[in-house]
C-alpha cells in the first residue's frame, strides 16, 4: 500500500509516499480503507526538524493521525463496528501512519452523514483537542471564552464545541477571516499588539477562559484571562514560563505523560453534527501524491480549516 513518509528532517519537499507493508487491526482496535486523513500541523513541524530536542521522534517517520474511512477489518475483542461500516477516528499516536491506503485506528465514531470524507477525515485530532482543553477549563454555559488562532484547524473546530457549550466565543484570526468565524457564531478579533485592548472593548466584564491554538502572545492572554490558571496553550512551548499549562494528549497507558485523550470528544462531535452544530472546515485537500504541497500549505500558518490528503 502507500504511505506518507519522511526519512530525514528538511523542507516539505522530504515528505513523500512511498510503498509500505499493510497494517492490521490488533486488539481493540480496527483497520480502516482510508478515503481522507489530516495533515497535522504538529507533524508538519516535526518534519521541519525545529522540534527535534522538545519531540524527538525515530526515522523513518510514518506521517498521519486521524483518518476516516471504510472499515475493512476489526480486531479482537471490538463490538459495536462491522466491515463497511463509515467511521471517522485516530491511530495510536505513538505508531501514526494515518496518510495512507489503509490505517489502523485505536479511537473512532460513525462518521457523520453530514460531512463529506474530507471533513470526516481531519475531524478526529481537533475534536479530540477541542473537547480535551474545554474540559481541562471546565468550560460552562454563560462564560466568555477567547480562542486565539480561531480560524485553523483545530481552533476554528474548538470554536463551535465552545458555542456548544453555551459560551460566548471570541475568536481572534487575521480580518479576512472575520465574517467566516461569525458563520461559526464567534465574535471575532484581530490577534497581534493591541490585542488586550481589542478584547477588553468585546468583552468589558473580562474573558473566564482562554485557548490558545497559536503560541507567541502567552503575556497578553494571561493579561485578559486574570489569572495563568484560566489559559491553556496547545501550541507555545514557554508556556511553564507563564504559569500557563502546555496540554498534548497522552494515551491512557502514559498516566503523567500528558492530559488523557479525551475519546469521549468524538461521540460529541457525532451528536453536534447530527444536529447541524458542528462542521469541519476543511482549507484544500490534496491528493496523498502531492503531500509536500500540502505540507507547504500548513506550513504556511494561514490554512483556514484542516489540510487534508485524499487517495
Ligand atoms: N498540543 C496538542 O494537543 C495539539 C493538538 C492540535 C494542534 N496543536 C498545535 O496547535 C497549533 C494550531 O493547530 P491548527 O491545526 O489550528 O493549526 P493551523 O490550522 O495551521 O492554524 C492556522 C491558523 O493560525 C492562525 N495564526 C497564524 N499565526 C497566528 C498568530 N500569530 N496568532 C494567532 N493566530 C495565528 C491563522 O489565522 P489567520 O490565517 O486568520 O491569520 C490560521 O487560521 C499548531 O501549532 C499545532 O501543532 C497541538
Redesign the pocket.
Known amino acids: 500500500m502507500r504511505s506518507v513518509q519522511f526519512t530525514a528532517y528538511g523542507p516539505p519537499a522530504v515528505v513523500h509516499v512511498t510503498e509500505a507493508p499493510e497494517p492490521h487491526a490488533g486488539p481493540g482496535e480496527i483497520r480502516v480503507a482510508v478515503r481522507a486523513s489530516g495533515v497535522?500541523?504538529?507533524e508538519?513541524?516535526i518534519r521541519s526538524g525545529r522540534l527535534r530536542e522538545v519531540v524527538p521522534v525515530v526515522l523513518p517517520f510514518r506521517t498521519g493521525f486521524d483518518a476516516a474511512g471504510v472499515v475493512d477489518e476489526v480486531g479482537a475483542g471490538v463490538t459495536g463496528v462491522h466491515p463497511g461500516d463509515e467511521v471517522f477516528g485516530a491511530a495510536d499516536p505513538a505508531r501514526r501512519g494515518a496518510n495512507a491506503d489503509f490505517a489502523v485506528l485505536t479511537a473512532w465514531a460513525p462518521k457523520p452523514v453530514e460531512w463529506s470524507w474530507e471533513e470526516a477525515g481531519g475531524a478526529a485530532?481537533?475534536a479530540e483537542?477541542a473537547t480535551?482543553v474545554l474540559d481541562r477549563l471546565a468550560v460552562v454555559p454563560g462564560q466568555t471564552v477567547l480562542v486565539?488562532?480561531?480560524?485553523?484547524?483545530?481552533?476554528?473546530v474548538a470554536v463551535q464545541f465552545a458555542v456548544a457549550r453555551g459560551a460566548t466565543v471570541i475568536g481572534?484570526?487575521?480580518e479576512?477571516?472575520h465574517d467566516f468565524l461569525r458563520s461559526l457564531g464567534v465574535v471575532p478579533a484581530t490577534?497581534?499588539p493591541g490585542l488586550v485592548g481589542r478584547v477588553r472593548a468585546l468583552a468589558p466584564a473580562g474573558v473566564d477562559a482562554v485557548l490558545d491554538?497559536?503560541?507567541?502572545?502567552l503575556p497578553d492572554l494571561v493579561a485578559l484571562a486574570g489569572d495563568p490558571a484560566r489559559v491553556v496553550t496547545?501550541?507555545d512551548f514557554t508556556a511553564r514560563a507563564h504559569g500557563v499549562h502546555?496540554?498534548?494528549?497522552a494515551p491512557a497507558a502514559e498516566v503523567g505523560a500528558g492530559d488523557p485523550l479525551a475519546w469521549h470528544g468524538l461521540a460529541d462531535a457525532v451528536a453536534l453534527a447530527g444536529e447541524g452544530r458542528l462542521r469541519v472546515p476543511v482549507?484544500a485537500a490534496f491528493p496523498m501524491d502531492e503531500v509536500a504541497a500540502a505540507h507547504e500549505l500548513?506550513e504556511t500558518?494561514?490554512?483556514?480549516?484542516?489540510?487534508v490528503l485524499v487517495p
Open positions: 497535522a500541523p504538529g508538519v513541524a485530532g481537533a483537542t480535551r486565539q488562532g480561531a480560524a485553523g484547524g483545530t481552533g476554528a481572534t484570526a487575521s479576512h477571516n490577534y497581534g491554538c497559536a503560541g507567541g502572545a496547545i501550541a502546555l496540554s498534548h494528549g482549507a500548513v500558518r494561514h490554512a483556514r480549516g484542516k489540510v
